[in-house]
């Protein structure tokens, strides 16, 4: 299966998918966000780095209640930016 390269956009929601989580995760270790998750400690630092920037959808959810975040708070924070605005 080829994987459609990702966007620069995309790419760049992926950067700010992982500052979140690495700011929300504060003091506690990646190893313990990660097994809190349900998730491994590579898996945690690919998603904070960027290096996999479109995570499952349930991978997000897991990591959104351990770090007591909203999808809500998520989606805003990662949503792509506009492509143009009405006016």
């Not at 270790?29 to 499952?56: F, H, N, Y």
Request: proline letters at 6%.
């Amino acid at each position: 299966m080829v994987r459609t390269p990702l966007t620069p956009e995309e790419r760049e929601r992926g950067e700010r998918l992982g500052k979140l989580l690495r700011e929300a995760r504060g003091g506690r270790s990646m190893v313990e966000v990660a097994a809190s998750a349900g998730l491994s400690a590579e898996t945690l630092r690919k998603i904070e780095t960027g290096r996999a920037p479109t995570p499952a959808f349930f991978t997000v959810a897991a990591l959104a209640r351990v770090l007591g975040l909203s999808m809500d708070e998520i989606a805003g924070s990662c949503a792509l930016a506009p492509a143009f605005t009405l006016g």
